[in-house]
């Protein structure tokens, strides 16, 4: 396993290990409780951005403090989103809201709250690691209507049809098929069903270092979508009525690189037809 915060090798990236090298950046951060890097926006301030930041600050600077309140701190502890799909979201009581990349499960904790005893929420995962904490993490809050699985989001493990809400937070620019996780959010999302997902995007190409660069691609960066590509994608699997919730930037200025400007953070939600 590589360490946190190690500079992969352009051979480990065009070896096809990318989704292990995702599996091994995202099963360290379950174990050690620290956020990826690239989780960080202007706005957020300087002390969330780095592969050592304790994720409780990423939770306290995504996420509002009433929030974070039904929350224990190891729910906190493994935050790696970069928005918050949820609280932009209309979760209704008694609906079925499914999470992408659940991670720890903070996302699904709060759409808990939201549909209460008479909705549930599925999260899933492809890293065995976060999916054992998440489900740890149920059962410290008592959170009986929450459920996580084992699963990649380019095969999501849930029949046709069967999900009002879809939400994600900063997972889809970690995918290599994001036309296929579109596609399989159109499938599992009911009529008349909708997606709020956060991710990101750039709004130029960035160098082709940064784009081959395993490291950058496991802390989001370098798979990060052009906005109107990834805009497209969801067009291009039928949903209707995308609109941008909030788009914000990600990467500090400071950091050093010109391209850091590019980066964003956006929330976006779509309609899948009635
Ligand atoms: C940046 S973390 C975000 C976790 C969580 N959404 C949050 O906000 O804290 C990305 C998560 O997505 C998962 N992941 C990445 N690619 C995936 C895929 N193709 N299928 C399923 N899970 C994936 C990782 O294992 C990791 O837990």
Not at 89 to 112: H, N, Q, R, Y
Not at 185 to 214: Q, W
Not at 234 to 258: A, C, H, K
């Amino acid at each position: 396993m590589t360490k946190l915060g190690e500079v992969y090798s352009r051979e480990e990236f065009d070896a096809g290990s990318l989704e292990k090298a995702v599996q091994d950046r995202y099963t360290q951060v379950a174990e050690r409780g620290v956020a990826a890097s690239g989780c960080c926006a202007d706005d957020f301030g300087s002390g969330c951005c780095g592969e050592d930041a304790p994720s409780a600050v990423v939770a306290d600077i995504l996420y509002e403090s009433d929030d974070l309140e039904v929350l224990t701190p190891e729910a906190m502890a493994a935050s790696a989103g970069c928005g918050n799909p949820i609280g932009l979201s209309d979760a209704k009581p008694g609906e079925t809201v499914l999470d992408l990349g659940s991670g720890g499960g903070i996302d699904c904790f709060l759409a808990a709250e939201r549909v209460g005893d008479s909705g549930n929420v599925i999260g899933v995962d492809m890293t065995h690691a976060m999916v054992d904490l998440a489900r740890q993490n149920a059962v410290k809050l008592e959170a009986h209507n929450v459920v996580f699985k084992l699963g990649k989001i380019e095969a999501i493990p849930l029949q046709d049809a069967t999900i009002d809400l879809v939400i994600s937070n900063c997972v889809i620019a970690l995918s290599q098929d994001k036309d296929r996780v579109f596609d399989e959010i159109y499938r599992i999302l009911k009529p008349g069903g909708r997606f709020v997902v956060s991710d990101m995007v750039v709004t130029e190409e960035l160098p082709d270092e940064i784009r081959s660069s395993a490291e950058e691609w496991v802390s989001c960066v370098g798979g990060a979508d052009l906005l109107s590509r990834y805009l497209g994608r969801m067009e291009r699997s039928g949903f209707v009525n995308i609109e941008i919730l909030s788009n914000v930037p990600m990467r500090s200025r400071s950091d050093g690189t010109d391209y850091a400007s590019a980066v964003r953070s956006v929330t976006v939600r779509g309609w899948r037809r009635d």
